[in-house]
Protein backbone atom coordinates (compact mmCIF):
# COMPACT_ATOMS: atom_id res chain seq x y z
CA UNK A 1 0.00 0.00 0.00
CA UNK A 2 1.28 3.35 -0.91
CA UNK A 3 0.07 6.77 0.53
CA UNK A 4 0.31 9.23 -1.55
CA UNK A 5 2.66 12.68 -0.61
CA UNK A 6 -0.24 15.14 -0.30
CA UNK A 7 -0.54 13.93 3.13
CA UNK A 8 2.85 14.74 3.98
CA UNK A 9 3.10 17.73 2.93
CA UNK A 10 0.04 18.49 4.79
CA UNK A 11 1.87 17.00 8.19
CA UNK A 12 4.40 19.58 6.91
CA UNK A 13 2.65 22.52 6.49
CA UNK A 14 0.92 22.26 9.65
CA UNK A 15 3.63 21.63 11.34
CA UNK A 16 5.37 23.93 10.04
CA UNK A 17 2.69 26.64 11.16
CA UNK A 18 2.39 25.29 14.51
CA UNK A 19 6.23 24.89 15.57
CA UNK A 20 7.90 27.03 13.19
CA UNK A 21 10.22 26.01 10.16
CA UNK A 22 13.55 24.94 12.15
CA UNK A 23 11.84 22.51 14.21
CA UNK A 24 10.23 21.28 11.21
CA UNK A 25 13.95 21.08 9.96
CA UNK A 26 15.38 19.52 12.63
CA UNK A 27 12.80 16.57 13.06
CA UNK A 28 13.31 15.84 8.99
CA UNK A 29 17.01 15.54 9.78
CA UNK A 30 16.43 13.20 12.41
CA UNK A 31 13.84 11.07 10.52
CA UNK A 32 16.33 10.92 7.43
CA UNK A 33 19.18 9.47 9.63
CA UNK A 34 16.89 6.76 10.93
CA UNK A 35 15.24 6.15 6.93
CA UNK A 36 17.11 7.35 3.59
CA UNK A 37 13.81 7.70 2.13
CA UNK A 38 12.71 10.95 3.50
CA UNK A 39 16.22 12.50 2.11
CA UNK A 40 14.39 12.43 -1.37
CA UNK A 41 12.12 15.31 -2.67
CA UNK A 42 8.18 14.17 -1.99
CA UNK A 43 6.06 15.83 -4.44
CA UNK A 44 1.86 15.93 -3.66
CA UNK A 45 1.81 12.89 -6.11
CA UNK A 46 4.83 10.95 -4.36
CA UNK A 47 4.23 7.27 -3.71
CA UNK A 48 4.66 6.93 0.09
CA UNK A 49 5.45 3.07 0.97
CA UNK A 50 2.84 2.64 3.94
CA UNK A 51 5.42 1.17 6.35
CA UNK A 52 7.91 3.91 5.42
CA UNK A 53 5.00 6.72 6.20
CA UNK A 54 3.63 4.96 9.54
CA UNK A 55 7.56 5.51 10.76
CA UNK A 56 7.28 9.41 9.62
CA UNK A 57 3.90 9.98 11.30
CA UNK A 58 5.13 8.09 14.74
CA UNK A 59 8.10 9.97 14.80
CA UNK A 60 5.91 12.99 14.14
CA UNK A 61 4.12 12.12 16.81
CA UNK A 62 7.06 11.46 19.37
CA UNK A 63 8.21 14.64 18.57
CA UNK A 64 5.38 17.07 18.73
CA UNK A 65 2.97 15.60 20.42
CA UNK A 66 4.20 13.68 23.53
CA UNK A 67 3.44 10.61 21.80
CA UNK A 68 -0.55 11.36 22.15
CA UNK A 69 -1.79 8.92 19.10
CA UNK A 70 -5.50 10.80 19.31
CA UNK A 71 -3.12 13.18 17.43
CA UNK A 72 -3.95 11.24 14.53
CA UNK A 73 -7.69 12.64 14.39
CA UNK A 74 -6.33 16.44 14.79
CA UNK A 75 -4.31 15.79 11.74
CA UNK A 76 -7.31 13.81 9.80
CA UNK A 77 -8.91 17.58 10.76
CA UNK A 78 -5.75 19.44 9.49
CA UNK A 79 -5.84 17.44 6.30
CA UNK A 80 -9.81 17.69 5.76
CA UNK A 81 -9.49 21.68 6.18
CA UNK A 82 -6.33 22.16 3.87
CA UNK A 83 -7.91 20.09 0.84
CA UNK A 84 -11.11 21.20 0.94
CA UNK A 85 -10.42 24.49 1.77
CA UNK A 86 -10.79 27.54 -1.06
CA UNK A 87 -7.43 27.07 -2.25
CA UNK A 88 -7.19 23.71 -1.53
CA UNK A 89 -6.51 21.39 -4.36
CA UNK A 90 -9.92 19.26 -3.93
CA UNK A 91 -12.25 22.32 -3.53
CA UNK A 92 -14.35 21.16 -6.36
CA UNK A 93 -15.40 18.20 -4.11
CA UNK A 94 -17.85 20.82 -2.51
CA UNK A 95 -19.84 21.80 -5.48
CA UNK A 96 -21.75 18.92 -4.50
CA UNK A 97 -25.21 20.36 -3.10
CA UNK A 98 -26.57 16.88 -1.40
CA UNK A 99 -25.76 15.69 1.41
CA UNK A 100 -26.86 11.93 0.20
CA UNK A 101 -24.45 12.58 -2.67
CA UNK A 102 -21.84 13.97 -1.07
CA UNK A 103 -21.21 11.27 1.66
CA UNK A 104 -21.86 8.35 -1.20
CA UNK A 105 -20.45 9.47 -4.13
CA UNK A 106 -17.34 12.34 -3.04
CA UNK A 107 -15.92 11.02 0.03
CA UNK A 108 -15.20 7.20 -1.40
CA UNK A 109 -13.07 9.84 -3.94
CA UNK A 110 -11.53 11.03 -0.84
CA UNK A 111 -9.88 8.18 -0.29
CA UNK A 112 -8.87 6.94 -3.19
CA UNK A 113 -7.19 10.68 -3.76
CA UNK A 114 -4.92 9.14 -0.76
CA UNK A 115 -4.46 5.90 -0.77
CA UNK A 116 -4.11 3.05 -3.21
CA UNK A 117 -5.69 0.71 -1.01
CA UNK A 118 -8.22 -0.21 0.89
CA UNK A 119 -11.74 0.25 -0.49
CA UNK A 120 -14.57 2.80 0.90
CA UNK A 121 -18.27 1.82 1.57
CA UNK A 122 -20.57 5.11 2.03
CA UNK A 123 -23.95 5.37 2.61
CA UNK A 124 -26.18 8.16 4.14
CA UNK A 125 -29.58 7.21 5.80
CA UNK A 126 -31.59 8.42 8.25
CA UNK A 127 -29.95 11.24 8.97
CA UNK A 128 -26.66 9.58 9.58
CA UNK A 129 -23.71 9.42 7.41
CA UNK A 130 -22.09 5.50 7.33
CA UNK A 131 -18.10 4.78 6.75
CA UNK A 132 -16.47 1.95 6.00
CA UNK A 133 -13.26 0.69 5.10
CA UNK A 134 -12.12 -2.68 4.35
CA UNK A 135 -9.14 -4.23 2.57
CA UNK A 136 -6.66 -2.66 4.81
CA UNK A 137 -3.35 -5.15 4.72
CA UNK A 138 -1.97 -2.90 7.14
CA UNK A 139 -3.20 -1.96 10.59
CA UNK A 140 -2.46 0.94 12.28
CA UNK A 141 -4.18 3.82 14.70
CA UNK A 142 -3.46 5.98 12.08
CA UNK A 143 -5.91 4.95 9.39
CA UNK A 144 -8.96 4.36 12.63
CA UNK A 145 -8.39 8.31 13.87
CA UNK A 146 -7.00 9.87 10.80
CA UNK A 147 -9.97 9.15 8.97
CA UNK A 148 -12.39 9.44 11.45
CA UNK A 149 -11.26 13.22 12.03
CA UNK A 150 -10.76 14.13 8.30
CA UNK A 151 -14.58 12.85 7.63
CA UNK A 152 -15.89 14.60 10.41
CA UNK A 153 -14.73 17.22 9.27
CA UNK A 154 -15.15 16.64 5.73
CA UNK A 155 -18.83 16.95 6.63
CA UNK A 156 -18.56 20.15 8.58
CA UNK A 157 -16.94 21.87 5.46
CA UNK A 158 -19.68 20.69 3.73
CA UNK A 159 -22.09 22.68 6.39
CA UNK A 160 -23.12 19.70 8.71
CA UNK A 161 -21.78 19.06 12.46
CA UNK A 162 -21.73 15.27 13.46
CA UNK A 163 -21.20 13.32 16.51
CA UNK A 164 -18.99 10.26 15.37
CA UNK A 165 -19.55 6.78 16.69
CA UNK A 166 -17.15 4.12 16.64
CA UNK A 167 -18.81 0.97 15.60
CA UNK A 168 -15.51 -1.38 14.48
CA UNK A 169 -12.26 -0.52 14.73
CA UNK A 170 -8.69 -1.68 14.41
CA UNK A 171 -7.97 -0.60 18.08
CA UNK A 172 -10.65 -3.58 18.90
CA UNK A 173 -9.56 -5.95 16.52
CA UNK A 174 -11.77 -5.83 13.80
CA UNK A 175 -10.44 -6.36 10.49
CA UNK A 176 -11.86 -3.00 9.20
CA UNK A 177 -13.27 0.51 10.23
CA UNK A 178 -16.88 1.12 10.78
CA UNK A 179 -17.80 4.93 11.62
CA UNK A 180 -21.43 6.35 11.77
CA UNK A 181 -21.65 10.23 11.81
CA UNK A 182 -24.63 11.50 13.08
CA UNK A 183 -25.64 14.75 11.64
CA UNK A 184 -26.93 17.41 14.28
CA UNK A 185 -28.52 21.02 13.36
CA UNK A 186 -25.82 23.38 12.29
Known amino acids: MNVKGIVYLTGKTTIIAAFGEEHWNSFITKLTAKDKFFSNIIMSVTPIPVDKFILF??????????????????????????????????????????????????????????????????????NVAHLKITGLQIKHLYFEYLIMGFFQKALKIFGKKTVAKKVRSISSGDNDIYFQFELKDS
Open 57 to 126: LDEMIKEFFNNDSMQYETFGKAAAQYALSPEGPYKSYLLTKDIKQYVESVLPKLWSTYFDEGKPITMFEN
